[in-house]
T-cell receptor
Framework: TQLLEQSPQFLSIQEGENLTVYCNSS?????LQWYRQEPGEGPVLLVTVVTGGEVKKLKRLTFQFGDARKDSSLHITAAQPGDTGLYLC???????????FGGGTRVLVKP | EAQVTQNPRYLITVTGKKLTVTCSQN?????MSWYRQDPGLGLRQIYYSMNVEVTDKGDVPEGYKVSRKEKRNFPLILESPSPNQTSLYFC???????????????FGPGTRLTVT
């Protein structure tokens, strides 16, 4: 069974600070996705990375896929209260119809 | 508007009383999945479907059934619910296989189920 471990589980920071969320596995994934989930809603896709070493930026969010495609990170620069939410990473496989999700990181950005 | 809808959004039931959670998508997607979300465990796939009449087990299929008679609908059936099935359930759909390339999976708003 493939597992994805996210850390930390919970992060509370002040507005304007930076934060990094990590997603690690001993397995190789064909793709790695990051989602954000608001209370009472389903996860919404932020980004997909598919190439080892790939870096993608989405405004103040930077996503990186590890060279070996086993890990990923999400870095938020100058966090804002609107960044508050549950962040989930999910690894994709080449076959089947399966995403393996990490346990999630709950981020709270205080004004 | 492209969307995945689920009904009901909230459900409280008793052990053993059969229930169905409906899921419908309007994007003509071939691939659909059901997940359950429990604190600290992320989302775990229950069942998935790659097309009409094609379904397969995910990671936690015990106690659940699904059917895919039409492309747009993918109901989740609990024949005899038990308290350990109390959870938040999500239906999702995608154009191609989840996790393939940059394929995006669209999630419904969730169904919070409590089994007493």
């Amino acid at each position: 069974t493939q597992l994805l471990e996210q850390s930390p589980q919970f992060l509370s920071i002040q507005e304007g600070e930076n934060l990094t969320v990590y997603c690690n596995s001993s397995s190789v994934f064909s793709s790695l996705q990051w989602y954000r989930q608001e209370p009472g809603e389903g996860p919404v896709l932020l980004v997909t990375v598919v190439t080892g070493g790939e870096v993608k930026k989405l405004k103040r969010l930077t996503f990186q896929f590890g060279d070996a495609r086993k890990d990923s990170s999400l870095h938020i620069t100058a966090a804002q209260p609107g960044d508050t939410g549950l962040y989930l990473c999910a690894g994709g496989q080449a076959a089947g119809n399966k995403l393996t999700f990490g346990g999630g990181t709950r981020v709270l950005v205080k004004p | 508007e492209a969307q995945v809808t689920q009904n009901p959004r909230y459900l409280i039931t008793v052990t053993g009383k059969k229930l169905t959670v409906t899921c419908s998508q309007n994007m003509n997607h071939e691939y659909m999945s059901w997940y359950r979300q429990d604190p600290g465990l992320g989302l775990r796939q229950i069942y998935y479907s790659m097309n009409v009449e094609v379904t397969d087990k995910g990671d936690v299929p015990e106690g659940y059934k699904v059917s895919r008679k039409e492309k747009r609908n993918f109901p989740l059936i609990l024949e005899s619910p038990s308290p350990n099935q109390t959870s938040l359930y999500f239906c999702a759909s995608s154009l191609t296989r989840a996790g393939r390339g940059r394929n995006e999976q669209y999630f419904g708003p969730g169904t919070r189920l409590t089994v007493t």
